[in-house]
């Protein structure tokens, strides 16, 4: 496994190690031995989720206030641009973000700490997006920051509008939202 920092502290890039010959493929996609050898982490994974989702469609930026989420995020079919927002008041990396390709093609992993906001856009015909997260779906805790929040200026490499739900639709500022300390 390759692990690389991105530009924002805490947030990294996992690239497991890939089997391939002419029958296709095989790699470990989550390994918590080799996980905490490479990153120093120990974390406990509790839920998986896995959504499908058209070109354009974006989600997020998500988070919860409380029991918040680290997420070991990955894509198996398609490619999308994976976003992480740094929300906690405190540090001072506050409101910068980093964003990285992820695709079935470059088996790309992508770790997001508790305290950031993370969203994602499907550049392919469509994705499919899976992820471990270290506390489980509290909906009463979740929250969401707007995608094209003006202060943040987030580069979704988008080519036109992008498909959103009611609730991204209804995203608060950073200014307004509720963060982390």
Same mark, same amino acid.
């Given at each position: ?29 989550? %390994?918590?031995?080799?996980?905490? $050898? ?10 998986? %989720? ?13 988070? $919860? ?27 001072? %990396? ?11 093609? %470059? ?75």
């Amino acid at each position: 496994m390759k692990v690389t920092a991105t530009d924002l502290p805490g947030v990294l890039i996992i690239e497991p190690k890939l089997f391939g010959d002419d029958r296709g493929f095989f790699y470990e996609s989550f %390994n918590a031995r080799a996980f905490a $050898q490479a990153t120093g982490m120990q974390l406990e994974f509790v839920q998986d %989720n896995h959504s499908r989702s058209q070109k354009g469609v974006l989600r997020g930026l998500h988070y $919860q206030i409380e029991h918040a989420q680290g997420k070991l995020v990955r894509v198996t079919a398609g490619e999308v641009v994976d976003v992480a927002v740094d929300i906690r008041r405190s540090s001072p %990396n506050f409101g910068k973000w980093a964003s990285v390709r992820l695709s079935a093609e %470059n088996n790309r992993q992508l770790w997001i700490p508790p305290g950031f906001a993370h969203g994602f856009v499907v550049l392919s015909d469509s994705a499919e997006f899976l992820y471990k997260t270290t506390d489980y779906y509290t909906p009463t805790a979740e929250r969401c920051i707007r995608w094209d929040d003006p202060e943040l200026k987030i580069d979704w490499q988008l080519d036109s509008t992008p498909t959103l739900s009611a609730k991204d639709q209804s995203g608060k500022s950073l200014k307004e939202a509720d963060l982390f300390p």
